[in-house]
């Protein structure tokens, strides 16, 4: 060991690390992810609970859910190197991977897994402790069919803030509006859900 360093330094060091690329944008994570690992490693953690939402809500089966989602940043690291920065966010380039994996998997009746093949990456292990966290999820996942009935702009700010947990000014500068805009639709989707259910027998 070297004089006056401790053994948690690397520690230290490495969540420093981590800290650094979480302040980082989604566009210049993609671009440093053909190289650095711990690129890719904060884009996924950024975004790994809207992907695994999003199919949640639509296959309501949360084993299929995990999988898909596995499959899905595994064909965005493989395709990484083709990622450019533009006009649309990278959360939407992410998500047109997500629904092409998802669009495959039915055409198919089964998970593609040829990006996870080519990463190497070994089959899926669920246990019964991740199927019921994922089935918990899976329930309180904003009301299921409910959410899918708002207008479509209301659906979109409230996905992004309630499920992402993205800040209003982020959500305002993707949908192109001011934040008030943002927090009117949020609370408008939110009343109408409300009142929904309290109306439910």
Request: hydrophobic share 40%.
């Amino acid at each position: 060991m070297e004089p006056g360093r401790s053994q948690g330094h690397g520690v230290v060091q490495d969540n420093e690390k981590m800290r650094a690329w979480d302040i980082v944008s989604d566009e210049e994570l993609l671009i440093a992810a053909r190289h650095a690992p711990d690129a890719f490693a904060a884009f996924y953690r950024r975004h790994e609970k809207p992907v695994l939402s999003f199919f949640l809500r639509r296959t309501a089966d949360p084993e299929l859910a995990l999988d898909l989602t596995a499959e899905t940043f595994a064909a965005v690291l493989c395709s990484s190197h083709r990622f450019k920065a533009g006009p649309e966010p990278a959360r939407a380039w992410l998500f047109g991977i997500a629904c092409n994996t998802l669009a495959m998997s039915r055409r198919k009746g089964r998970v593609e897994q040829r990006a996870r093949r080519k990463l190497g990456m070994p089959p899926l292990e669920v246990d019964d402790a991740l199927v019921e966290r994922l089935e918990a999820l899976a329930a309180t996942d904003l009301l299921g069919d409910r959410i899918d009935g708002l207008p479509v702009d209301q659906r979109r700010a409230l996905l992004a803030r309630v499920v992402d947990e993205r800040e209003y000014a982020d959500i305002a500068t993707e949908l192109r509006c001011s934040e008030a805009v943002v927090r009117k639709r949020v609370s408008r989707a939110l009343q109408t859900l409300r009142t929904e259910m309290n109306s439910s027998p």
